[in-house]
Structures are given as structure tokens and as C-alpha cells.
């Protein structure tokens, strides 16, 4: 999923810095799981993506966007948040606690 398509979908802007950093690779940081550290962090030290080396931070690869929206959406969920309110995930910490855009 694409900056566009998500912004179309849930009625929502990005800001154009946030577009900037994608147009320039700084939101790629592959698909997360256990070997990540060893297969997919060395070669994003060579050009660190946004935020790579914060504490307790992790950037959303954009295809886990939506699927992060929807969760936060899911009325069977303890951390529903109305649909009103935009909420649009761009990290999450180590606790699964997310970052958003409003």
C-alpha cells in the first residue's frame, strides 16, 4: 500500500515532509521478524531509514499501515478509537503502543 492509497481510503493527508521521506526511501524498513536484525538492519545502516536508531521506537513498513488502522478501528478491540478522529499509525513502540498522525 501506497501513501496515496491510504490517504484516499481513510479521507486523510499526509504532511509533505512525511511524503518527502518516503519519495526519498526514509519509510522503508523491510518486513520485521526474527532474523530482521541480521538480514534486513545491515543493510539499512548504510542509509538509515527515519528514526532507525531511536529508542523504543519502530517504523511502520507502509503495507502494515492499513492492517494497524483496521486494528485500532475494530470495535471487538480494547484500544478502539473512533473513526472521526484519524488516527493514522506511523510507528509503534516495543510495547506495540503506536505513534499516529491525527
Known sequence: MMLLDIE???GF???IIY????????????EY?????LTVYPKLKENPPLLLHSYDFEL???NNVNEAIE??????????????FKFIPFGQSGAGDHYCFF
Open 60 to 62: 511502520l513498513d507502509l
Open 8 to 10: 484516499e481510503k481513510y
Open 71 to 84: 486494528e485500532l478501528l475494530d470495535p471487538e478491540d480494547y484500544r478502539q478509537i473512533k473513526e472521526e
Open 13 to 15: 493527508t499526509y504532511p
Open 19 to 30: 511524503k518527502n521521506l518516503s519519495l526519498d526511501g526514509m519509510l522503508t524498513v523491510g
Open 33 to 37: 521478524g526474527p532474523d530482521w536484525y
